[in-house]
């Protein structure tokens, strides 16, 4: 475990609060909307701060320049959510030489981690992970024609789940990946690929949907063609596990749904008070998430889900 010592920034603004800059990725899927709205809930000026959040809108330049404009105001605390992994090692050092601390939150960056303070997210391959183990368990041997609605490409949230579904469908030569092709992590490109997939593909038993607006599209696609999913039909396979997500899991409509916790910003505050009063932090801090499928289906890897699991959801 890597620890690092930072100096805590003292706000230079007048009024005393910490100017946080937040360039979020974008407002393409109820997860995102989840957690922004979970950030303006957290970083409130009863709390101490005062929030800019961008919506980069999927815009990696615009991303880029919005950093650079929290470094041109001399923030205290940037966060970033990049877009994409590549493409940060001029920025990172920018931030790095105003002296101001830098958050990695959520999806990661393909750069050296001296370049940032420290990160904050889940861990994406061990998701795409989750999502083969419960696969592998559902099938119990059984082969199987796979379609994959991968999310925006170069995001490490579609690299990680790729990866980490792709290592255990390695496992199985029974199992077919038919196609993977990005979805965008939207509705709308969920239901293209899957009306794509759907004309090149008579023949398929598992579409893998790297979020819940993806799984939706491609329930759309399947409605409008007439192809049945959930116990007795295609099975979907989800990440998210937002309310939206989890009460069509409920329904069995989804059959599994891998959570990527969206409620990340008090682990982002409690980091940023670390930093003021001082002490050691580490280097990337996990934000814990779960799996689960379904009703009526066993499983020793991801929970069961009830009513109850649904309404302790906030978002
Ligand atoms: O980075 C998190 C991913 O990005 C979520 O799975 C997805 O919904 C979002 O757009």
Redesign the pocket.
């Known amino acids: 475990l890597a620890l690092v010592m930072v100096l805590a920034a003292t706000s230079a603004f007048a009024d005393g609060l910490l100017k946080i800059g937040y360039v979020q ?2 407002h ?5 909307m989840a957690n922004t709205q979970n950030y303006y809930d957290v970083f409130t000026e009863d709390a101490g701060f005062e929030l800019e959040l961008i919506d980069c809108d999927n815009d990696h330049a615009l991303q880029l320049a919005k950093v650079r404009e929290f470094v041109q105001k001399d923030f205290d605390y940037i966060v970033i ?1 990049p877009i994409q992994t590549a493409g940060w090692d001029d920025v990172l050092k920018e931030v790095q030489e105003a002296g101001i601390p830098c958050i990695i939150a ?2 990661s960056v393909d750069a050296s981690s001296d370049l940032y303070t420290t990160a904050v997210g889940t861990n ?1 391959t061990a998701e795409g992970e989750t999502a083969g183990k419960w696969l592998e368990e559902y099938l119990a041997g059984k082969a199987a024609k796979i379609l994959v609605i991968e ?2 490409t170069g ?3 579609a690299i990680g789940r790729s990866e980490g579904f792709n290592n255990i469908a390695a496992n199985h030569p029974e199992w077919e990946i038919l196609a993977s092709q990005d979805g965008d ?1 939207t509705q709308n490109g969920g239901q293209a690929v899957m009306e794509d997939f759907i004309k090149r593909f008579p023949e398929f038993d598992v579409v893998v949907c ?4 993806e799984a939706y599209g491609a329930m759309d696609a399947m409605d409008a063609a007439g192809i049945k999913y959930g116990v007795d039909g295609k099975i979907i396979i989800s ?2 596990a937002t309310k939206e997500g989890l009460t069509r899991t409920l329904a069995g409509q989804i059959l599994c749904n891998v959570e ?1 916790n969206p409620i990340q910003a008090v682990i982002v505050m409690n980091v940023i008070k670390d930093i003021q009063d001082g002490k050691e932090i580490p280097k990337f801090t996990l934000v814990p998430d779960e799996g689960f499928c379904a009703p009526g289906i066993e499983s020793s890897l991801v929970t069961v889900m009830t009513d109850e699991v649904l309404a302790a959801r906030k978002y």
């Open positions: 990725v974008g393409e899927s109820d997860w995102r959510d959520d999806r994406m999310g925006s995001s490490s949230a992590f790297h979020n819940d607006n990440f998210d990527c």
